[in-house]
Structures are given as structure tokens and as C-alpha cells.
């Protein structure tokens, strides 16, 4: 157990609908990432959040949003799926946004749009 | 800009030597290695930050040459655990983005 968790460990969904994926961070770290892995491809980054505030964006689409919440969990909002949204999502949490620290990852969420 | 991780995939026999090469073309503050199993989550091997601080809790060894901006996961006598995808991540010197730059991964695959 890494410490920051996951939910849910697998979704599988329509084309068209919306799904939230949630993360809790490990417990004192301030940072929250979200990641995109498709099948044995690299780490997409999406969106950085610390402390509630959004620090950073990647190449994360318009249908997609996050948030982090003030017990520092955040959520994942994917709206109008596309077969190609199918993929794991990771999350990732670390002490502050110094890039000084290592992250420590969630087990992830497979998400199958069918 | 995306380092380049060298090489993109090496075969060894348990208890031989690897190098896993990371480059970037920019002045770099940080430079993080993951291992990644087949689906599983990425897991934290060591942080390299420039001045030559390090941080990691596995007993692997790595290098950062500021003067090339590359960085050099080594991985002695290694096991049949060592397997798996490895990572670098890189953050910029005075880069206000937020966010590691990832390498393509390194495979990494060890035979009995």
C-alpha cells in the first residue's frame, strides 16, 4: 500500500458518458497529479493541484476537469467519452510542488470505454 | 522538451551490470527514476537534484553530470525483480511549470 488510494480499481463505461475517478493522497503531501497511460505507452500528464490550487496543466482535453477539495483528495471529472479515453489513470501525491520530492503513485484506474 | 532516455530497452541475465541513460537538452534542477511493472503503478527509485543532493530508498545507484544534463541510473548484479519499464523525469532550472517532463522508458527485461 503506497499510501495515496485509488477509486475505482476499474470502470468500464459507455462511449458518451461521464465518470469521476477519485484520489486520496498519502497523508501530509500537499501536491495531487493525474496522469494518462495508455496500453504500454508513456505517462501523459494532465493536471497538477497543491493545496487546492491548480499549479499546472498538460495536454489535458476540454472534456475533461479536476479538482482538489479541502481534505486534499481530488477528483477526475471525464465527461462525453471516446473509445480512446480508455486507458489507466494514475495519481500521484508529493510534500509540496518543489519538484524537490519524489511522487508516490496509486495503483490507478483502468478505465474501458466500450 | 522530452529527455531522452538511452537505451530503449535492454535484455540481461540475472546478476549482470545495467546503465540507463537520461538527457535533455536543458539546464536541469531535478532529475527523478520510477520503475514500472506491467500494470502496475509506477514506484519511486531516486531523486537527483542539482548541487548533487540524493534522495532514494532502494539500493540503486544513479549520477547527474550538470555540465551534460544527464543523468545515469545504474543497476548492478541485478535480479529477476529489476524487471520493468524505468522512467526519468526531469524539471528545468528556473522552470515555473509545475510538472516533471517524462522520458520515453527504458525496458528492461532480466533473464534467469
Known amino acids: 500500500d503506497s499510501g495515496v488510494t485509488q477509486t475505482p480499481k476499474h470502470l468500464i463505461t459507455a462511449t458518451g458518458q461521464r465518470v469521476t475517478l477519485r484520489c486520496s493522497p498519502r497523508?501530509?503531501?500537499?501536491?495531487v497529479y493525474w496522469y494518462q497511460q495508455s496500453l504500454d505507452q508513456g505517462l501523459q500528464f494532465l493536471i497538477h493541484y497543491y493545496n487546492g490550487e491548480e499549479r499546472a496543466k498538460g495536454n489535458i482535453l476540454e472534456r475533461f476537469s479536476a479538482q482538489q477539495f479541502p481534505d486534499l483528495h481530488s477528483e477526475l471529472n471525464l465527461s462525453s467519452l471516446e473509445l480512446g479515453d480508455s486507458a489507466l489513470y494514475f495519481c500521484?501525491?508529493?510534500?509540496?510542488?518543489?519538484?524537490?520530492?519524489?511522487?508516490?503513485f496509486g495503483s490507478g484506474t483502468r478505465l474501458t470505454v466500450v | 522538451q522530452q529527455p531522452v532516455q538511452s537505451p530503449q530497452a535492454v535484455i540481461l541475465r540475472e546478476g549482470e551490470d545495467a546503465v540507463i541513460n537520461c538527457s535533455s537538452s536543458k539546464a536541469l534542477y531535478s532529475v527523478h527514476w520510477y520503475r514500472q511493472k506491467h500494470g502496475e503503478a509506477p514506484v519511486f527509485l531516486m531523486i537527483?537534484?542539482?548541487g548533487g543532493e540524493q534522495k532514494g530508498h532502494e539500493k540503486i545507484s544513479a549520477s547527474f553530470n550538470e555540465k551534460k544534463q544527464q543523468s545515469s541510473l545504474y543497476l548492478t548484479a541485478s535480479q529477476l525483480s529489476y524487471s520493468g519499464t524505468y522512467f526519468c523525469g526531469t524539471h528545468g532550472m528556473g522552470d515555473s511549470n509545475y510538472q516533471l517532463i517524462w522520458g520515453a522508458g527504458t525496458k528492461l527485461i532480466i533473464k534467469p
Open positions: 500521484a501525491s508529493s510534500v509540496d510542488s518543489s519538484m524537490s520530492y519524489g511522487y508516490t
Open positions: 537527483l537534484l542539482k
Open positions: 497523508s501530509g503531501d500537499l501536491s
